[in-house]
């Protein structure tokens, strides 16, 4: 799929990190360590992700789908950061006190 783009290194390297979004946030999916609400989160922004960026190249017909799809993987995005971050830092703190 990225060989087939006719694009910057910015493209790709945001097709590349909506990936890695998409593979982590799966992996927490099956941890207990995290809730499913964070898990899902971290998936549907990596799938928005990879969704627009393809959209977007395909014609301009989907460029307004692909806009608001950019949107919905940034909310997402930043609801996953948030989550996971709170979820880490508890777990940080709570080894320290046993």
């Not at 990596?46 to 940034?74: D, K, N, P, W």
């Amino acid at each position: 799929m990225i060989t087939l783009f006719k694009v910057n290194a910015f493209m790709v390297s945001y097709v590349i990190v909506s990936a890695a979004w998409l593979l982590i946030a799966a992996v927490m999916l099956r941890s207990k360590l995290f809730s499913k609400l964070t898990a899902a989160s971290g998936i549907i922004a990596g799938a928005a992700g990879i969704v627009a960026e393809m959209l977007e190249h395909i014609s301009e017909t989907f460029r307004i789908v692909a806009i608001i799809l950019y949107f919905t993987a940034i909310v997402f995005l930043l609801l996953w950061v948030i989550l996971s971050g709170r979820r880490l830092y508890n777990l940080g703190t709570n080894s320290h006190t046993t």
